[in-house]
C-alpha cells in the first residue's frame, strides 16, 4: 500500500491519530469515535517549527516522518481508496468504512449504538494527575484476556510522557490496543468483527470499544503477530530521554509503540523530529 494514499491527523476531540483516506473524505477517531473530516487541501498541518506549520494544541500528534509504512490491513483505521457509507438507524448513526488492502482483505467498523465498556482508574491504581503507562498496558491486559483469553498486545500511544515517566490523564489520553490472534483469522464473520480492543485511559477511568468495533471483512490467514510487551518501559524510555536532553522536566512528548510503524523500536515525536528507541533496551536507533 502507498503511504501516500493515507492522511494522518490529530482528532479533534481527544488528539489520537486518525488515519483518513482522501476518496471518503472522513475517518473515525479510534478512541473516542469522533468523525474527523480531511483538512482542506487534503494534507495533514506540518509538525511544530516545520516551514508552513501552524500552532496546535500541545501534545496534539503529528504525522510520521516520510518512509513510515502503511498500517496492518488488520489494524488500520482507515484503508484507502475505499467508498464511504452513512446511515440513520433509529436516531443512531451507522458508519461503515470499506476498502481494498493487501491481499484484498477489507477494513470496517461499525456503530453499534452501545454505551462504552467502563473501569475507574481508582479501581485500577492508577493516579489520573500521575497515571503510569506500563501499569495501563498491564490493566489492560487483564480485560483484554477476560474478553478473549488469546488477546495479546499490539500497540501503545502515550500522548505526554513527563520526564517523571507517568502523563497527566487529566486532558490527554492513552491508548492501549489488544487484539486476538484466533479473532481476526476466523472464518466467523462475529468474531472478526469482534477481535480488536482499544483501551482508552483519560480523566478518571479506563474505557474501551463496545460502541465501535473493527475488524478485517475477510478472514486473515495469517494474523500479524503480537508485540512484546517492552522491556525498556515508559518509566526507562522517559530517563533516556532526560539523559539525552530531549525531554526535560516540566515538558512532555509524545510516544508510541505501534508495529504499524516500527515493531522493535519506540518512536519519539521530538521537536527536532522522529526518534527511534530501542523497546528492549532504550539505546537510540535509526532504522
Sequence with gaps: MNQ?????????????VVWIAPAAGVGYCPSCHTPNQLPA???????????????????????PAAGYGAPHPAFAGV???????????GGGVLAVVAATAVGGAKLWFRNLGK?????SLSSLSITPKKGDPDRMISAASAYAKKWRSDAVFRSVTIMALGADGTQDLTDKNVVVEYFSPSGVSSAVKSLREDSIKKYNFMGDDMTWDTKMIWGPTKQLTSPPPATKIPGCSAKMLAAALVKQGTLKPGTTVQVSLDPNFSETSWIVQAPSGPLHFDAATCTPRKD
Design 4 to 16: 501516500a494514499q493515507f492522511v494522518q491527523v490529530p482528532c479533534v476531540k481527544c488528539g489520537t
Design 41 to 63: 487541501g487534503g494534507a495533514a498541518a506540518a509538525p511544530p517549527g516545520a516551514p508552513g506549520a501552524t500552532p496546535g494544541a500541545p501534545g496534539m500528534p503529528q504525522p
Design 79 to 89: 484503508a484507502a481508496g475505499g467508498p464511504s457509507k452513512f446511515k440513520i438507524i
Design 115 to 119: 454505551d462504552p465498556g467502563k473501569e
